[in-house]
């Protein structure tokens, strides 16, 4: 199920959902509370939907990955977790280079940074619940 970010100003025409931990399909009950997944799902989106919040219409997110040797850039368009406890991140290269990066939640540091929009619209990230 895709779930639309209403953080931002500049999605009103997109519809948003209000949804329950249950239709996440995010782990409940005693587990959840001591899950490292369901508290880094929550902290990754609210972390993105807070910057992009703060964006300007001119600006979109950019990601910079910090688990890489070389600097890598990418501009996030659709962010999936899974219950196996994969973030999955998908977007574009500032060279325009197709990404899809698969992370286990232990592993998901990332640097958020603001980026001048490529497109008349500056794009927001998508969250997705229960696929890669």
Do not use: W
Request: glycine share 6%; aromatic share 8%; hydrophobic share 40%.
């Amino acid at each position: 199920m895709t779930e639309y970010s209403a953080a931002s100003p500049l999605n009103l025409a997109r519809k948003s959902f209000s949804m329950s931990p249950a239709d996440l399909h995010l782990p409940d009950g005693p587990y959840a509370r001591n899950n490292p997944f369901t508290g880094t799902c929550k902290a990754v989106r609210a972390s993105i939907e807070q910057f992009e919040a703060g964006l300007d219409a001119e600006h979109e997110l950019s990601m910079q990955l910090v688990s890489f040797g070389a600097t890598v850039t990418i501009r996030p368009e659709k962010v999936g977790f899974t219950t196996a406890n994969v973030v999955t991140f998908h977007g574009m290269t500032d060279e325009g280079e197709k990404v899809h990066l698969v992370q286990h939640v232990s592993q998901v540091s990332m640097m958020l940074k603001a980026a001048k929009k490529q497109h008349p619209m500056p794009k927001r990230v998508i969250f997705q619940y229960g696929g890669a």
